[in-house]
């Protein structure tokens, strides 16, 4: 069965500090998506990212990069110079097979960033 | 370009009362998937709708259940209330296999 695990519960940092948030899956198929989803304290999930397990080179949009390694079954996230407006509950989540699938979650990372 | 929509924001209902909520998909997109947030916790699916009909089902009981009309909008029913059903109901939509799920602001149940 697939299993996202995100082991930090929350992190607290200092604005301006880089942060980097860990996600570890599990999955039996070959075939699969990885996604992040941020979550302001307004509830919507805004989507962020999706990479498909064919694709492992690692992007940049902003100050916000993805590492994805099928090697280690992570898929982590780093925000370069964190600003208080970044300060959320971040999820990573997977899809297994193509098309029309569930998401399976993580149970989060909430992220405080302070003046 | 409407994001989802979803309605209405807040609700509280008494164990062992019936609700329905709604939810309107991103334009262009023809799948709505639910899921249900609990305090704290990440979003569970519940089940994901296409041509209106029920393509797939998470571990929730029968007392879940669900409609998809021919404008892809979709509502989501549940009954008999317990106080675990107390979370935040999220719907997403999706066009075909692109995959990619867009949630809306969500709804927030609470059973007294």
């Known amino acids: 069965a697939q299993k996202v695990t995100q082991a930090q519960t929350e992190i607290s940092v200092v604005e301006k500090e880089d942060v980097t948030l860990d996600c570890v899956y599990e999955t039996r198929d070959t075939t699969y998506y990885l996604f992040w989803y941020k979550q302001p304290p307004s509830g919507e999930l805004v989507f962020l990212i999706r990479r498909n397990s064919f694709d492992e080179q690692n992007e940049i949009s902003g100050r916000y990069s993805w590492n994805f390694q099928k090697s280690t079954s992570s898929f982590n996230f780093t925000i370069t110079a964190s600003q208080v407006v970044d300060s959320a509950v971040y999820f990573c989540?997977?899809?297994?097979?193509?098309?029309?699938?569930?998401?399976?979650f993580g149970s989060g990372t909430r992220l405080q960033v302070q003046p | 370009d409407a994001g989802v929509t979803q309605s209405p924001t807040h609700l509280i209902k008494t164990r062992g009362q019936q609700v329905t909520l709604r939810c309107s998909p991103k334009?262009?997109?023809?799948?709505v998937s639910w899921y249900q947030q609990a305090l704290g916790q990440g979003p569970q699916f519940i089940f994901q709708?296409?041509?209106?009909?029920?393509?797939q089902r998470g571990n929730f009981p029968d007392r879940f259940s669900g409609h998809q009309f021919p404008n892809y909008s979709s509502e989501l029913n549940v009954n008999a209330l317990l106080l675990g059903d107390s979370a935040l109901y999220l719907c997403?939509?999706?066009?075909?296999?692109?995959?990619?799920?867009?949630f809306g602001p969500g709804t927030r149940l609470t059973v007294l």
């Open positions: 989540a997977l899809s297994e097979g193509p098309g029309r699938r569930a998401l399976t």
């Open positions: 334009s262009g997109h023809d799948t």
């Open positions: 709708y296409y041509e209106e009909e029920e393509r």
């Open positions: 997403a939509s999706s066009l075909g296999h692109l995959d990619t799920q867009y």
